[in-house]
């Protein structure tokens, strides 16, 4: 039987159109407390904090500040943010935790929050532009992989260039704003910690509570079986399921937690604001001759994150001579973390696709033609070959089913509306990261997949069970799935596009172990007429020896990323400062594609997120208060259904045994990239109006009537 | 949100005298009190739900061609009531373009002109220095962040706008607010509804303690009106700037009178009147309506990031007046 | 009961009938709809994204009018005919056609806003406004999706408009 492939429906579709599906919030336990959060109005010394008030409340059980929580064990960035507050009256930005009331119904614990008097003696603040920028710390623990590159003559690079360009890009910073909100649940059962929490990552919240309290990682049991979106920003473990396991010791009760949506503004990261610096050289036949790139992204006081925003832009070209360098500028907020499409994809591919079509005008070549001619058939900066790379098909498919080549040199007008076309390239990075999965073969003939894996969305139950059916001889209906919980074996998070990639290969291990032990033939047949009752093997991945983490094949012999091409139509109407999205449709190489449904979704999901990032998106920083100015769905637009007319997800045959023995790469990100720069190319050729600040809002549109 | 406590009014005259009482809210949808609570911007000691007085609903003609509008009635059943269609198509479509069609199922018309401003500082979840949120305390948005402030009419005490866009199209159609209140009630009409932006904290509004909106009533018909609103998504939006534009052409085809109001740019529903005045007998098409448009304009004062206001509207008013000539038979 | 007394109250008796059931509680005058659904009710299938209608995720029936649970106080809906999604599936618990259309169609990825989208879907036919796909856009526009399922979403309401 192969269903891979096929157009499956998602196993967990039933549960997830009657309310039926859990989330962490929706978890109860009996006798348990709502825990609200106070955070700080500014940054700077807590000269006060009056909970007299507040603490008389009705229904107030208590009301923790630093004197009532324990003294957590350090934990390393990035398994959570540094400077667990609530630790001193040091406050370094605004939202940070100060205190937490325990109530008996969340009215009560939410009136008694907005009666703590919190006082600051403020601190200076630090905007966005106000320090210089420098090289990130070397252990920020957001380094995975070298700040800087440097390969060829740049000089020389430079002097060959008959064409050149040199532009500044800059993309403000982005929250992820998953509609589940963060949420915890801690109880204690005698020693033994349990804990329901909205993650990315199951294992990871259990390593960072058993860090962060001392305990034996065995005494946490963490679970979450749904997560409503994520994007990142539940990839690593963050301080509010600490503090609620730690109320709920100091409490003797269970405490429930869940953050509002101003609270994930200020504590659980973001996309931080970058500037882009590129430069680029090239000869009248397009050939690339050197790439000069510098970016700049802000961070927290209270630790160096590193958007890595270069290096998708150094592995997407043949280009003989570069130069990158990514550094860091502190400002007065909490600190970002990975948003979808990390790695430059969204960011830093934003910068050098618009940067690559002013070279196109510049020389008066077809943007898709100046691409073609810079094809990297090897990685450029370390020389491997790649893993798998089909993009010319992806290009030329692409190309094909938008109609590219009917592309008119001046744009139409479409009524009020001038109708501009645009397209850049797609890359992004590959992670791995080892896995472990256990699957059982039951002789009623069914199969049972365990591993602690996290479902946000992505598909996995959908191509979990085709993967395990298909191993073992069954229909996908029959596997059972349980995930989401720490005392299963051990999965990587559901983030950077790896986990069907690692927790795949680990369960196709598990299935090969389970056929060997079997011997030839039906597995099914076989256990029935041993007369087991069933057959189980635990399952592993590793990306190598010992490696934790590996980046685009940096451990192996092959480099590995996936690929594509985004290709988009606008409606500009300058008079009245619209921008509308007319048709979008995205091409892609990213190996085998296990179920067309849920790909499609994802690829088409992701390439909205570019639009809402290109259209809208932004959460700008106060200067003088020191705060995200709205903190809220209605001060930052993220895209709504009018939106979007026309979105495609089409890609290539492929298979890349290399990157995962289940053939496929990540497409959870890719979508996203490219996105933002066709949009802003579009918009030129609608206009003429090179656009290099996102998000491409009216007034930066409007012309006379 | 604090402590309250809750009632239903059975008929006006209950809500009448309870709603006298100061710290009595009434509760009509409740989309935007309850957000007022959650935000501390109001912290009423009892609220007064009003949802069940009978007959404040209805969608009625008038004798003179015009439309009365119950107060209480929903903002879709106003857009999509087939009067309000024909006869005063630009607040059918005004409406239609507010918020969501979850939120026009609760809004009612009356709320709707009595919420407040959507500037970022007076929405914090915080105390900013707002004078609006706490007086004396200051204005943020004077010399912060006010790319989606006001142009015209603001003080150095606040420099908000009012967002609603039922409004301008009520501003154009120049209807009037009918109320009820212990000692009978007015005919208020829209365009002296709202009070200057520094007015007081709670006043953003005549509207005295305890007075009941009972009605919108719109003085004739306008079949040739449009509302256009701008917003960086196509839905589910405030406006950036919008426009409200009722026009009646002669038999020349020549501007008999025209009625133009801007939205989210002041702290009320702005009529452009130097720009109507100048309109009137020009025709649709010709150049001097630029100029004639241009004249609403000349007592613009931008902030520091939202002088592009001015330029939006202008041309935004010259569309509307191309589309709804367009349009006319 | 509340009506004609005019008696305020901070604490409150009420009868909530949600899904064709009553139930009697005493509920603080601030709970809210959806707070009553899912902290007292237990039925947490209405979601909450945002808790200011601002995501459309809390999207239930009044009185066979969908609006958003956040935005509604529990004493104010007290009385009146409260759907949420799960009281769609029919007595000998068929899936809403809705709700199959959105399977078929693929409909949600994490799956967060889907009960918010469906409770729309059902109305937004009911409504009938599902006469292009731009106007199903329109009048879908008040529920985000963060997993961006949009033109999906669109298809799932034409197919069960189209049944
Ligand atoms: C996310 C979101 C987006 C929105 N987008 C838009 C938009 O794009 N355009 C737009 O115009 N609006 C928009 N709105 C605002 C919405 O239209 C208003 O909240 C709504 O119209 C208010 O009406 P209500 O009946 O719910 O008022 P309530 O919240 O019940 O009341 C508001 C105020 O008016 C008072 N009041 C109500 N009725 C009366 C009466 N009859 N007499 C005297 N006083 C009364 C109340 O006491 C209270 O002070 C949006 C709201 C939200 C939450
Ligand atoms: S503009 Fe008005 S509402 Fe905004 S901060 Fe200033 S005073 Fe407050
Ligand atoms: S929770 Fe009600 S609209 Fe978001
Ligand atoms: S399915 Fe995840 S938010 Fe819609």
Redesign the pocket.
Known sequence: MNTVGQRFARPDGRIKVTGAARYTADFDRPDKLHAVLVTAPAAGQLTSLDTEEAAHGPGVIRILTQADLPQFTAVPVPLMFSLPPMRNDTIRFEGQPVAMVLAETLEQAEAAAHRVRVTIAPAEVKSPGQSNPRPPVSDSGYIFAAVDAAKGDLAAGFSQATHRIAAEYAQPSRHHNAMEPHATLAWWEGEDLVVHDATQWTAGTRQMLAKALGLPPERVRVMCPHTGGGFGSKAFPKWHTLFAAAAARVSGRPVKLVLSRAQMYTMTGYQPLTRHRIELGATPDGGLTALHYDSVNVTSSTEDFVESATQAGRAMYAVPALETHERVEEITAGAPTPLRAPGGGASGMWALESAMDELAYTLGMDPLELRLRNHAEVDPVSGKPWSSKNLLEAYALGAERFGWHRRPAQAERDGDWMVGWGMASATMGSFRLPAAARVSLRADGTALLESSFNDIGTGVFTIFSQLVGDALGLPPDRVEIRNGDSTLPEACGTFCSASAMCVGAALLDACRQIRASLGEGDPLALLRWLGRESEAALGRFSPGEGVQLEIDGGASPNAMRTWGAVFVEVGVDRALGLLRLRRMLGSYSVGRVLNPRTTKSQLIGAMIWGWGMAAMEASIFEPRLGRFLSKNL?GVPLPVNADIPAVDAVWVDELDEVASPIGGKGVGEIGVVGVAPAVANAVFHATGLRIRELPILPEKLLAEE | MQGFTYARAAVVSEALAAGREPGT???????????WMRLEI?APARILD?THLSGLDAIETLPDGGLRIG??AR?NDVALAPAVVARVPVLSQAIL????AQ?RN???I???L??KTRCPYFRAEEMLPCNKKRPGSGCAARDGLNDRHAIFGWSDICVATH????AVALAALDAAVITACGAGGRRIPINEFYLPPDAGQDRNSV?EQG????AIEIPGSAPCSIYIKIRERES????TVSVALALDLDVWRRIARARVALGSVAARPWRLTAAEQALAGLEPGAAAITAAVESGFAEARPLAHNAYKIALGRNLVLRAIRLVAEMTP | MLTGRMKFREQLDLTLKVNGREHSISLDARVTLLDALREYLGLTGTKKGCN???CGACTVHLDGRRVNAC?VLAAAAAGREITTIEGLADEKGMQHPVQQAFVDQDAFQCGFCSPGQIMSAVACIAEGHTRSDAEIREWMSGNICRCAAYPQIVAAVRQAAGD
């Open positions: 209605v | 809210a009434f509760l009509a949808g409740g989309t935007e009190l309850l957000n109001a009003i107060a209480l903002l373009s507010a918020a969501s939120i609760l809004a009612t009356g709320g709707n009595l919420q967002p609603s866009d039922p509207l007075e009941l909106i009972t589910y939006e405030y406006a | 200011f209608g601002e935005l």
